[in-house]
């Protein structure tokens, strides 16, 4: 599938969450003649219904109140569109492409439990090999059938899985999912590492051993180191982005589960607070709900043209 | 959880309390406060807004103007709404003695399987047995982890459930039941999402067949806005008798917690926290609005020192504490008992911090505890129990002897010191506190 066609796909999944924040926001440009203060708390309001998140929220409203004084626009049209304009600057400079340089590129991912981590890996590694040749390595090696469950996705979507046993140090797994991947030239080697939350140090400690491993087996490693976040966390996003990258310094967000109703609000957090790429969206069980994010698409999704 | 939400709250009642008298321009000021600190939370609009109205029209009634203490009536009257936003009246604990057939439901990753190992060693704690029954026919590899998960439980698993429908596992799982008898059976369905029609038939149409006498929601503790969506959801295609709210142990806010009871009428059953199956905690919406409020959780802290500290050691400990005779042996032992009742931080949340207990930062992990002990164990009889003996030429000896540095033996003395200090006020306030409650602080 190309690139564009693979964005295509998202907005018919995420449509059921774009609506909902079209309507919030239309309510409130609805009600601009009948009160014309009133208008920006309810702009307010309906981002923050939206997990966008009280700073950034403030900050969206803010300069689109600015800009609408000194332009003195009060068609409510008008301050949409700003409005829209401002939400995709927020991604100005957002990097969706996946630096997959090395032999092989090492692609680490993780995240807090439950985010969807698998699931991602799969359908990442079903993307990716259609160009290349690509390697999973089933390093969570903690919870109960995890490895079962990433060795059937790999059947399906005919990408090898280097198997560890529950219970192995992951980092080991990992040295030797390495070893793999070049004795079997492969291109690219998924990481899929065990979820932990991100207020345990211990385990934040053992996700950055695995960095260490990776780096040291695999010089210039890993490419990508990837957080995957569940759409319907709330600001709690911003807390796991923030220390997952002091102990592995992410460089990039993938956002799942956006054929939820969530609408996905913490990506603008994450971009405005973080300054980190948001590089996948991920959205539904099939094994092509997966699109590169690009913020024009998204946004158009949201506000709903 | 609800660390920053219990600060601002903190920071709210020094204000109340500094006031000689409350004008409604100052209860409009603390509204103020409280709806941004709910809505940093993720707390549902919704419920913002019927805490906001509630605090507002009893806090002008005419008991608060003539009180003496305005600033801790006005604080009770947000404790109480705070309390009705989690629930109000917890749930009858003997709920669960009765109950046979429990089925379990959520969003994908809420963490149903785990909760399901939980409920049935909860279960077992009370001599019951159960069956764990996985009806997650979708996801690779659920029946397996369900199997896992239910050994680590000493719970039956319904096995041979390959390829075969919902339907035709729950008919298995009743009959299987039956023959071995069972106290309670426990089904745990696929994850879905509220607006996947197929998927909810698929879970109604099981509940139809299996008629359980407990439904529970899972719901993941960080979730957002949706949180209300997502329980509605499920109680408008299936009936949802409680909620269970999951991974406690992340640092959210608590917003999911306190806005489901408003968005749904349903009440929080369990909380849990951890992968480790003994993490599961009753919900009491009283308890935990102390919690939030930071008038301390004295209760659960007595009830779950009580199920540790059994053993004689612990008790001659506790009555060295009670008389503030604690030593850095005890405060050993007590670092490793601690470790049992969850993470300290949970722990520490539980105590009351309203009367301006010192600022302590008690962050216990692992590798802290193992220095700790390291810098323990080098002292000598004498230093541990003394600690005040130790100078500088004695933490250069314990230093070297546990391989640490100077700094860290000097922030292990003030630590034990703060300790000291809380448990000595618990201690005074254990009979006062429980009897005189919110006001007697």
Redesign the interface.
């Known amino acids: 599938m190309s690139r564009g066609a693979v964005t295509k796909k998202l907005s018919s999944s995420i449509k ?1 969450s774009g609506s909902i924040f079209k309507d919030a926001i239309d309510r409130a440009l609805r009600n601009i003649y009948k009160n014309a203060d009133g208008i920006w708390d309810e702009l307010e ?1 309906s981002l ?4 966008v ?2 700073a950034t929220s403030l900050y969206l409203i803010e300069s689109v109140r600015k800009e609408a004084a000194k332009r003195r626009v009060s068609d409510p049209q008008e301050i949409h569109k700003i409005l829209k304009r401002k939400c995709i600057s927020i991604f100005d400079g957002n990097d969706a492409e996946l630096g997959l340089n090395g032999d092989p590129a090492v692609v680490l991912v993780t995240g ?5 981590k698998t699931t991602f890996v799969a359908k990442l590694a079903n993307l990716l090999s259609e160009e290349k040749r690509v390697l999973i390595s089933a390093a969570d090696t ?5 490895i ?2 990433i ?3 790999g059947k399906r979507i005919g990408v090898e899985v280097i198997r560890a046993s ?1 219970g192995d140090d992951p980092s080991a797994a990992i040295y030797d999912a390495i070893s793999a991947a070049r004795a079997k030239s492969a291109q690219v080697l998924i990481i899929d590492t065990a979820g932990r ?6 385990l934040l400690a053992e996700a950055a051993k695995m960095k260490r491993v990776i780096a040291k087996n695999a010089p210039g490693q890993p490419s990508e180191v990837l957080l995957v976040v ?1 759409s ?6 911003i ?1 796991q982005a923030q220390k997952f990258d002091s102990s592995l310094n992410v460089t990039g967000i993938v956002v799942t ?1 956006l ?5 996905a ?2 990506i603008f957090t994450v971009r405005n607070e973080m300054n980190k790429s948001i590089k996948m969206l991920c959205f539904g ?1 099939d094994i092509d709900a997966i699109s590169y994010f690009d913020p024009e698409v998204f946004i158009n999704n949201l506000f709903g043209e | 959880m609800f660390e920053t939400i219990t600060q601002r709250f903190q920071k709210i009642a020094r204000l109340l309390k500094s006031k000689g008298i409350v004008t409604s321009v100052d209860i409009d000021e603390v509204l103020r406060d409280i709806r ?1 600190t709910l ?4 707390v ?2 919704a419920a913002i807004k019927q805490l906001s109205a509630n605090v507002k029209e009893k806090a002008l009634g005419a008991k608060v103007i003539s009180s003496l203490t305005p600033g801790q009536q006005v604080l009770k009257i947000i404790k109480d709404e705070v309390e009705l936003l989690l629930g109000g009246t917890p749930l009858d604990k003997n709920l669960l003695e009765n109950v046979s057939l429990v089925f379990v439901m959520g ?5 149903k ?1 785990t909760f399901c190992g939980k409920l049935a060693l909860y279960l077992q704690k009370a001599n019951r047995t159960s069956l764990l029954v996985p009806l997650d026919v ?12 239910s050994t ?1 439980a000493g719970a039956e698993f319904l096995s041979n459930t390959a390829g075969k429908s919902v339907l035709k596992i729950c008919e298995e799982a009743s009959v299987a039941a039956k023959k071995i008898g069972i106290d309670t059976v426990i089904y745990d369905t696929a994850g879905r ?3 996947d029609d197929v998927m909810m038939k698929e879970l109604s149409d099981a509940r139809m067949k299996v008629r359980p006498d407990l439904s529970l929601l899972v719901l ?1 503790s ?6 209300a ?2 329980a509605s ?1 499920f109680t408008r295609s299936v009936k949802v008798d409680a909620v269970v709210l999951t ?1 406690l ?5 608590g ?2 917690a306190l806005s489901v009871f408003t968005e749904t009428g349903k009440t929080i059953l369990f909380s849990t926290s ?2 480790k199956l003994d993490q599961l905690d009753l919900f009491y919406p009283d308890r935990i609005a102390s919690r939030i409020i930071g008038i301390g959780d004295v209760m659960t802290l007595i009830e779950k020192a009580e199920e540790i500290a059994s053993t004689k050691e612990m008790e001659e400990m506790g009555k060295r504490v009670l008389k503030n005779e604690i030593t850095l042996e005890d405060f050993l032992v007590q670092l490793n008992e601690l470790k049992k009742m969850g993470p300290l931080n949970s722990v520490l949340e539980m105590l009351p911090g309203k009367g301006g207990l010192p600022k302590i930062d008690l962050r216990v ?3 802290m505890l193992q220095r700790c002990e390291a810098i323990i164990r080098s002292m000598t009889q004498k230093e541990r129990r003394n600690p005040s003996i130790i100078n500088s030429s004695r933490k250069q000896r314990i230093a070297t002897g546990s391989g640490t540095q100077v700094n860290d033996i000097n922030r292990l003395l003030k630590q034990f010191a703060s300790l000291k200090l809380i448990l000595s006020r618990v201690s005074k306030q254990k009979r006062g506190f429980l009897k005189k409650g919110l006001l007697g602080l």
């Open positions: 059921a309001e923050i219904s939206a997990d998140g009280v807090v439990n439950g985010v969807g903690f919870r109960a059938a995890a079962d469950q060795s059937i996705l529950r939350m991100h207020t345990s140090a211990n569940d319907t966390t709330g600001q709690n996003t807390m589960k054929d939820s109703t969530s609408k609000g913490t069980e | 941004r809505l940093e939370a993720d549902s609009l969003l994908q990753g809420s963490g399987t979708h996801r690779p590899a659920a029946a397996e982890q369900l199997k896992t998960v680590e999402l509220q607006i993941d960080m979730t957002g806005q949706q949180a969506q997502i959801g991974k142990d992340s640092d959210t806010r917003g999911a951890s992968e992990d692992d590798v």
